[in-house]
């Protein structure tokens, strides 16, 4: 109850200037920043010394462009692995030429396919990378042939999750939590324990859920597809369940802030917004951030349906969130979105202006909704 009432007295901030290099602010300092340069990660990069010759492991979508724009801003060479099938550049709503075309004259191209080990080995070796971010990382078999290809590697920034926790009746969850070897992420985990017997400087940040323009997982998306066409919400459970998320590009000034860090060695951080919200409660802040009516939510039993292989809903039926202390103890990180706001900023760049990843289903929605009527 106290993160829907909490959710409810948020302000909502229309973001007629929200861009891609644009944080969205308080309305007495929007129009002072224009820019997207959170103060942290300008003073963390100046701290740590000179220009690093950076690798990132992806780049081209969601959370690597955001990143990789920011490591350009601050003077990094940046270099992106990717298999060349997107584009490795292009121009980003709310984006001035001026910007793009500095972006673009700045970022290097290296194509290649992570799994040929052996061109992994070989091309990198050649490059002599200070710094790795791996942002699409799943298995340590591909983690352990960057290593051994960059044997003076500086860090090793690893995008881990926090799906890789136990499931538990206390929370939120810590760092120092147990894990869950059998997780769908377990990936993820057998690479941060890799990462831990080598003799390499590494950080593994875990967010819990993304969200944000160019997101490609349906987070809120799924929302904003129901509030347009006018459909009633299916939530599962009384909607009751606490979750968290986190904005995009507090995840990428977040991976900025544990560049050259010496606080970030051989660390784990969450990352993710600094509140928690219900299921409902995430429904009505979609319907406030597209400007939409009050939604309707209809409560149902999951129990009571088989989906087959669809996904009716797209969060995990449980409480889950994660304590983010650490962060912004060590890292001196803070989330510059609350939820409302980030939500306007991920409609108004992305959903508002009719782009998405996904195409709207409602076969299960349509199966909940029959069986509700039938009941009544």
Same mark, same amino acid.
């Given at each position: 109850m106290a993160a829907t009432a909490s959710l409810k007295s948020s302000l909502l901030l229309p973001s007629p200037i929200s861009d891609f290099s644009s944080a969205a602010l308080s309305i007495s300092t929007q129009a002072r920043r224009r820019s997207w340069q959170p103060r942290g990660a300008r003073m963390q990069v100046a701290a740590a010394a000179d220009s690093k010759n950076i690798l990132v492991m992806g780049g081209t979508r969601?959370?690597?462009? /955001?990143?990789?724009?920011?490591?350009?801003?601050?003077?990094?060479?940046?270099?992106?692995?990717?298999r060349g099938k997107a584009p490795i550049t292009q121009q980003l709503p709310g984006e001035s030429d001026a910007e793009f075309a500095e972006f673009s004259s700045k970022v290097l191209h290296l194509k290649g396919d992570r799994q040929d080990f052996d061109f992994v080995k070989t091309s990198l070796a050649a490059k002599g990378f200070d710094v790795?971010?791996?942002?699409?990382?799943?298995?340590?078999?591909?983690?352990?042939?960057?290593?051994? *290809?960059?044997?003076?590697?500086?860090?090793?920034?690893?995008c881990s999750s926090a799906g890789v926790y136990l499931k538990s009746d206390l929370l939120p969850h810590f760092e120092t939590d147990a894990v869950d070897p059998k997780s769908r992420h377990k990936g993820k985990l057998e690479t941060e324990s890799l990462l831990e017997t080598r003799d390499v400087n590494w950080t593994s940040i875990?967010?819990?859920?993304?969200?944000?323009?160019?997101?490609?997982?349906?987070v809120e998306e799924w929302f904003f597809h129901r509030l347009k066409a006018g459909r009633p919400i299916p939530v599962p459970g009384a909607g009751n369940q606490i979750?968290?998320?986190?904005?995009?590009?507090?995840? *990428?000034? *977040?991976?900025?802030?544990?560049?050259?860090?010496? $606080?970030?060695? $051989?660390?784990?951080?969450?990352?993710?917004?600094?509140?928690?919200v219900t299921f409902d409660?995430?429904?009505?802040?979609?319907? $406030? *951030?597209?400007?939409?009516?009050?939604?309707?939510?209809?409560?149902?039993?999951?129990?009571? /349906?088989?989906?087959?292989?669809k996904k009716a809903f797209p969060f995990r039926d449980q409480h889950f969130f994660a304590s983010i202390e650490k962060a912004t103890l060590e890292l001196g990180w803070k989330p510059e979105y609350d939820l409302v706001e980030g939500l306007t900023d991920s409609y108004n760049l992305d959903f508002g202006r009719g782009t998405f990843r996904k195409a709207a289903d409602f076969t299960t929605d349509d199966m909940i909704l029959g069986k509700k009527l039938v009941s009544v």
């Open positions: 969601f959370i690597g462009v /955001f990143l990789s724009r920011l490591l350009v801003k601050e003077g990094h060479q940046v270099t992106l692995f990717t790795v971010y791996d942002i699409n990382g799943r298995e340590a078999v591909e983690v352990a042939p960057i290593l051994d *290809a960059l044997p003076n590697l500086e860090q090793y920034i690893y875990r967010p819990v859920y993304i969200y944000g323009p160019l997101n490609y997982n349906p979750t968290q998320l986190g904005h995009v590009k507090d995840l *990428a000034t *977040a991976f900025v802030l544990t560049l050259g860090n010496p $606080k970030a060695s $051989k660390q784990v951080f969450n990352i993710s917004g600094a509140k928690y409660g995430l429904a009505r802040a979609c319907a $406030k *951030a597209g400007g939409f009516p009050e939604p309707e939510i209809v409560h149902y039993n999951p129990k009571d /349906f088989d989906f087959g292989k």
